[in-house]
């Protein structure tokens, strides 16, 4: 498939989630917390129902890069560790998945707020 055609179908994923995110922050009274966690759950129903893989064939980072690529990993994460453990395994399984993601994403955290000086708002 020619690059630019896959950038255009990566582009216009990633973009119609963040367009319906912010239809919804703008029209609906739920909060950006409450919309970030119904996308996460999207991520994880379309893992479960093993439909995640075969968007991201086409969407690629369109849709793995987003909070729902975020959901299928602890969901992906979740059912190997069933699988392999049972419950407890279930339990486990989502935090070792996306385990290294999250490191790495406190830790970039940390380092911007050495740079940046946080402060409170007034």
Known sequence: MDYFIQFLIVFAVG???CVIGQ??????KMTSA???VIFLLIGVILEAVGLF????EVAQAGISIPITGFGSTLAKGAIKGAQERGLLGAIVGGTEAAGAGLSGAIFIGFLAALAGKPKTKD
């Not at 239809?23 to 609906?28: A, E, Y």
């Not at 893989?53 to 991201?56: C, L, M, P, V």
């Open 34 to 36: 409450r919309i970030l």
């Open 23 to 28: 239809l919804l922050i703008n029209f609906t």
């Open 53 to 56: 893989d075969t968007i991201k």
């Open 15 to 17: 973009g119609g989630i």
